[in-house]
């Protein structure tokens, strides 16, 4: 039994409530990251303000740094780190792929070598669950084994069965308690072996499933059609995650297929860069053109960097070197993406979905830069 309910379809797309210890998440839902524990540069109160519900949070980072059993002695992660609200933690498995030279897998598990201070942490699947029990996660990640772009058909597959064995050892550790399970499909970049895998994560009766192992360097093309093929196999009365994804016109083709969920670390990523995220594509602070623009990132943005300041004083924080840059434009890049999410489950509700996207992404197509 599942505590999602679906409210509005429009074709695939769906507006849903994903109901978690912490509260409701309203779906399609992005996720900030805080990998350690805090979205970069923002308090946890301007980040709720941004209209995000849920945080996505590191579990192996954490297990690292500062360690599982302190947070636990802390009350939590959501008492350690101030966020009263939904988190979701990822397992590891995608540093499998993105620290493969600090990790070594094998059928029990994964062994990690820690960035910090070299030593070895082994994870078993059973580990990654009680790990993020521990930390007091809302919703738990299976541990997976993804593949780099480019591996070859026989090692994705042994690694996609890999990961089933994984999830029916993550499933038997399912704590339950209000936690919620979800497993995760792989299959490379094979379309027959994405459906394959996503019908088997869909048998094990887990709270939600997350397609993994995508948008990590494949052309858009097929990603859209890995995801396609993954959606078609998962059930339709659950949450859809799609693990790391974050630009408006992507988020809204994983929309349009019947995903749910996404995370990302562009947004502060970009914001670090300088970049900012509009409606009219990305825009860089560091330009020269920025230097005597005096209206908004985008007028239409509520949040406190548009709603105070104007590019060019935000090209003067980054050329500077002024942290307050930083801050501002992670407020931004966040506020904007949420707010994506909020029209994009009006226009579902309002049967409007194929119009509002094909509305956005004429703007994005349109942009000068
Ligand atoms: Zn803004």
Request: net charge negative.
């Amino acid at each position: 039994m599942t505590a999602f309910a679906c409210e509005a379809a429009d074709g695939d797309a769906r507006t849903a409530t994903l109901m978690t210890a912490h509260g409701p998440v309203r779906t399609p839902a992005f996720m900030p990251v805080g990998t350690h524990a805090t979205v970069k540069a923002l308090h946890p109160d301007e980040v709720r303000a941004t209209g995000v519900d849920i945080l996505l949070c590191n579990a192996y980072h954490l297990a690292l740094r500062p360690g599982i059993e302190l947070i636990e002695r802390a009350g939590g992660l959501h008492q350690f780190m101030g966020w009263d609200h939904p988190i979701l933690t990822d397992s590891g498995g995608y540093q499998l792929v993105s620290l493969v030279e600090v990790a070594a897998v094998d059928d029990a598990g994964a062994t990690f070598v820690s960035p910090y201070d070299g030593s070895r942490l082994r994870v078993t699947p059973e580990d990654a669950v009680r790990n993020q029990a521990r930390l007091g996660a809302d919703v738990l990640m299976c541990l997976d084994h993804p593949v780099a772009h480019g591996t070859t058909p026989e090692a994705a597959r042994t690694a996609t069965e890999r990961t089933h064995r994984w999830a029916e050892r993550c499933r038997a550790a399912h704590p339950g308690g209000g936690r919620l399970l979800f497993g995760i499909a792989q299959g490379g970049f094979d379309a027959g072996a994405r459906a394959e895998s996503a019908r088997f994560m869909s048998g094990l009766d887990f709270d939600g499933v997350a397609i993994g192992g995508l948008s990590v360097g494949e052309p858009v093309e097929t990603m859209l059609t890995m995801t396609a093929a993954s959606v078609a196999e998962l059930a339709r009365d659950r949450p859809r995650y799609f693990m790391g994804l974050g630009t408006d016109a992507e988020l809204l083709a994983a929309v349009g297929l019947g995903v749910d969920m996404f995370d990302c670390v562009v947004p502060t990523r970009l914001a670090r860069n300088g970049s900012a995220l509009t409606p009219d594509g990305r825009l860089s602070l560091r330009n020269a053109a920025a230097r005597d623009e005096f209206g908004p990132i985008d007028p239409e943005c509520p949040c406190a960097a548009c709603a105070g300041f104007s590019r060019a004083y935000l090209r003067h924080l980054f050329q500077s070197g002024e942290i307050l840059a930083h801050r501002l434009v992670s407020l931004h890049n966040i506020t904007h993406l949420a707010r994506l999410m909020d029209a994009t489950r009006s226009a579902i509700r309002q049967g409007r979905f194929a119009e509002f996207r094909a509305e956005r992404d004429g703007r994005l197509r349109s942009a000068p830069r």
